[in-house]
């Protein structure tokens, strides 16, 4: 079936190096996609986001790319520092009908070495 | 409040009891969504109220799970005779507004353990 899912399931990366995260998503109706952190202990905190009628958006140390053609999504986060250390979602909603459902991938842990 | 706020924060249940889990939005949210998150995976969508309305409830497991939100502010989620594989954290998150793009904002969740 449809889904979202992550290549890494780990990234280890040193404090002050890029950090780029992956996520390959099927379901080629979908229209908006969203990039969730969450700490151990807590839900899951809202990054960025992106529509699918662009192919790159930047934010705070954050920028997400998505590639429509081959289907992924990606999270680079400039000069990672150790409390960037958490569980990396990607979310992918559908679009069709206007659905307000996000789907979720599995999730990518990055682990930031001081 | 300053966010979405759940309680109990964690619980532990006997196989076969009731339980019941409260979520608090952010006040004047109109959306409010229910999740399962199982260890280490993704949260998984279980039902979506609108103000007072449940508009979509597929993602609920079985029939032995409930949730209403009778006010349109405060929901909770009811399971009834607990099984061990209900055991995982349970996510409320709310948004302001009904739609793609309206970003959502997640509780600490409610650690259940089914013993």
């Known amino acids: 079936g449809e889904s979202v899912g992550l290549h890494l399931p780990t990234l280890s990366v040193q404090e002050g190096d890029n950090s780029i995260i992956n996520c390959a998503y099927s379901?080629?109706?979908?229209?908006?996609f969203i990039w969730y952190k969450q700490e151990s202990g807590k839900g899951p905190q809202f990054i960025i986001d992106?529509?699918?009628?662009?192919d790159k958006r930047q934010g705070q140390r954050v920028t997400v790319l998505l590639n429509k053609t081959v289907k992924h999504l990606s999270l680079q986060i400039a000069a990672t520092q150790p409390g960037d250390s958490a569980v990396y979602f990607c979310?992918?909603?559908?679009?069709?009908?206007?659905?307000?459902?996000?789907?979720f991938g599995r999730g990518t842990s990055l682990i930031v070495h001081p | 409040g300053a966010g979405v706020s759940q309680s109990p924060r964690y619980k532990v249940a006997k196989r076969g009891q009731d339980v019941a889990l409260r979520c608090d939005p952010i006040?004047?949210?109109?959306?409010l969504f229910w999740y399962q998150q199982a260890l280490g995976q993704g949260p998984e969508f279980l039902t979506y109220?609108?103000?007072?309305?449940?508009?979509?409830k597929s993602g609920l497991p079985s029939d032995r799970f409930f949730a209403e939100r009778p006010e349109g502010s405060v929901s909770t989620l009811k399971i009834q005779r607990t099984q061990q594989e209900d055991s995982a954290v349970y996510l409320c998150?709310?948004?302001?507004?009904?739609?793609?793009?309206?970003?959502?904002?997640f509780g600490p969740g409610t650690r259940l353990l089914v013993l």
């Open positions: 379901n080629s109706a979908s229209d908006y």
């Open positions: 109220f609108q103000n007072e309305a449940q508009l979509d």
């Open positions: 979310a992918e909603n559908p679009g069709s009908g206007g659905s307000y459902i996000p789907t």
């Open positions: 006040s004047g949210h109109v959306s």
């Open positions: 992106i529509r699918s009628n662009m």
């Open positions: 998150a709310s948004s302001l507004a009904r739609g793609v793009g309206e970003t959502q904002y």
